[in-house]
């Protein structure tokens, strides 16, 4: 059976995976750190480029849940923002960006097309690609019942990916871990997340 995740493919022992499932226990010390950065790399804006400036464009139009995604997005970037030292902006969708975010159907132009309802939900390119795609086929919502997806805990995993930290395979509460399930809340960076962002950046 597919799980609910992200699409973007995961590293296991230096080889970049497809989109399986992959089963691996908790490691039982404690203070031991499970974030990844994306191989080869890592990868990293310069560090020169500290505010980021983002847009919306979409390929699908209408997608019920969505009417306050610009909100949410905004919410999500800050998770990023009040733990680095990056700054986020939103530009018109006609303006140049460094982060495109849109929701798209199917075949959208990119190499990982949606595979309609379930399965992956959205994917985002590592630094500095700046795509970020949600599946216009899920069930989306600010507030999710059982059968619907959280806007804002799926734009905080995928903005961690545009930032350059890659899945979390080990820590099923991070916001980094790729498989996530409907009509749940998973919005708050973890520790892990945390130290994975701030160690790529070199920040303290």
């Known amino acids: 059976m597919m799980v609910p995740r992200c699409g973007v493919p995961d590293v296991v022992n230096g080889t970049r995976k497809g989109t399986k499932k992959h089963n ?9 750190s499970h974030y ?7 990868l990293r804006w310069p560090p020169t480029k500290t505010h980021l400036r983002y ?15 610009r909100s949410i997005c905004a919410q999500a970037f800050q998770r990023w923002a009040q733990v680095t030292s990056f700054t986020f902006e ?17 075949a959208h132009g990119d190499t990982a097309p949606f595979d309609g309802f379930k399965g992956v939900l959205a994917h ?15 069930k989306w919502s ?4 059982p059968d619907e997806l959280d806007l804002e805990s799926v734009a905080v995993h995928e903005i961690g990916h545009l930032l350059g930290l890659d899945h979390d395979l080990d820590l099923p509460d991070a916001i980094m871990y ?27």
Do not use: C, M, W
């Open 142 to 145: 600010a507030n999710p019942g």
């Open 55 to 69: 847009r919306f464009a979409s390929s699908a139009s209408q997608v019920p849940g969505t009417e306050n995604v």
């Open 36 to 42: 990844e950065f994306f191989f080869p790399g890592p």
């Open 124 to 138: 985002a390119n590592p630094p500095t690609g700046g795509n970020f795609h949600f599946d216009a086929d899920e």
């Open 24 to 32: 691996r226990k908790l490691k039982s010390i404690h203070g031991v």
């Open 90 to 106: 939103e530009v018109p969708a006609t303006s140049s960006a460094d982060i495109t975010i849109g929701f798209h159907r199917g």
């Open 178 to 204: 790729p498989e996530f399930s409907y009509g749940i809340v998973k919005r708050d960076l973890t520790r892990d997340d945390i130290d994975g962002i701030r160690a790529l950046y070199g920040l303290q």
